[in-house]
């Protein structure tokens, strides 16, 4: 059998190094006799573990000593849900730049809680899809906070640059490009993302929350998503997603041997550059989003009719490469390459991809 190489969106591929390591010590961890799955999450063990995890994070990211990380439940949508809440002592309203899908996703669940008004939206140019510049003056009076989504998963489209929305709290979804290059954590009031893509198994979100925030929750925030509960509990109010919290701390011990986030944002640069230039040199191919905005995580194409799209999907699994059909809403074909992915599957692909147009033109 050759290699598969596994292009899903999410629940993403790990890397292969952090399964060995999570499959080696899955019954005995560390001479304990049991298998991590199977601690008490109040055992000092645990908590070793557990905040080992969190200063690895710290680590790669450098965050800041007034920011608060905790891991949460619910995912991604968890936090759809959890920020409105928790930051509605601020403000009547939140603003939204939406990008796509994702952003759409955060706006209309805020909309429960408080105004969720659309300050800026995706714009075509020169037919391209394009995110416009957004500048503080777009922001409401009463707003609670600014909200956009960094790389919009389903769509392909990332934004680099960081929004400039004055003095209110910024808050990002990353979701789907958290720890695939530095970032400034101080230019954020809240950084959130479900942990599926780059950070580990599904149902974990890692928050990351400046401090002066924690204390603007409304009185019905469930206590389990309110932030100053979970900080106090060290995340630990209720009992924690532990063996997913232990694989992503495998996932940051990993990234740390790479060489961290801006040696891991050099690959991923790399391995975004082949396929986008697999895509333009080859007529066959096309992607709908501005040069500015590729995504370096999610790379969309369609092929020139949707007739080809099956036998794309069959002949490039039976060639070992899993899981490109693109998202339903959008049509075409989707290669997710995560930090996870490494370069060889990128180049695999790419393979395909222009013998397969050479055999369909
Ligand atoms: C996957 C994803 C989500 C949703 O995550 P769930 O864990 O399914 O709730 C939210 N935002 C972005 C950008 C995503 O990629």
Redesign the pocket.
Known sequence: MSEIYNFC??PAMLPAAVMQKAQAEFINWQETGRSVMELSHRSKEYIALAKEAEQDLRDLLSIPDNYKVLFAQ?????Q?SAVPMNLHGRGKSADFLLTGS?SK??QQEAEKFLSANIVSEVVTKDGLTAVPKISADMMGADSAYFHY?S????DGIEIDEVPDCGDLPLVA????NILSKPIDVSKFGVIYA????NIGP??L?VVIVRDDLLDFAMPETPTFLHYQTMDKFDSMYNTPPTYSWYLAGLVFKWLKEQGGLTAIAKINAQKAALLYGCIDDTPFYSNKVHPDFRSKMNVTFHLPSTELDAAFLTEAEEFGLKALKGHRIVGGMRASIYNAMPLEGVIALTDFMRDFARRNS
């Not at 619910?74 to 968890?78: Q, S």
């Not at 979804?173 to 789907?176: F, G, I, P, T």
């Open positions: 969106a999410g619910g995912g991604g949508r968890g759809f994702w996703g955060a989504c790389n919009e998963t389903v979804d990353m979701s789907s479900g942990a599926q893509k599904s149902g979100a």
